[in-house]
Structure formats: C-alpha cells, structure tokens
C-alpha cells in the first residue's frame, strides 16, 4: 500500500535485501501499467537525503518469465 501516484510522478517504498528503500520517481512519462504494488522492478536513479530519486522505472511482469 505505499504507491502514490501524483500526475507523472509517484512515490512507492521498494523491498531489497530485507529493507525497504523509499522512492521519489519524477520521469518524463507515467510509471508502466504493469507496475502495481508486489510488481518486481528495476529501478535507476540517485540516492540523495535517503530517498532514491528515480527517473526510470522498469516493471518485470512475471506472467512474461513464468513456463508456460
């Protein structure tokens, strides 16, 4: 329940390694459809007052990388 959507920015935690990490993403574009909260995803950006600032957020659909 963390993700917040705000026009074409959002704020969402994101678990790694047993800790959470808050995000700030502020692309030029939405976040994915296929990003929604328990979504993998890979996230680019830089760490600044313990907030990763983000400009690129990949969703990872598991439903593409299960066996069929």
């Given at each position: 329940g963390s993700l917040v959507r705000e026009g074409k920015a959002a704020r969402f935690d994101l678990e790694l390694d047993n800790r959470t990490i808050p995000v700030y993403f502020t692309g030029e574009t939405l976040l994915p459809d296929a990003f929604k909260?328990?979504?993998?995803?890979?996230?680019?950006?830089k760490?600044?007052?313990?907030?990763?600032e983000s400009n690129h957020v990949e969703a990872k659909c598991a439903s593409k990388y299960e066996a069929g």
């Open positions: 909260e328990g979504a993998r995803a890979r996230v680019d950006g760490w600044k007052n313990g907030v990763l």
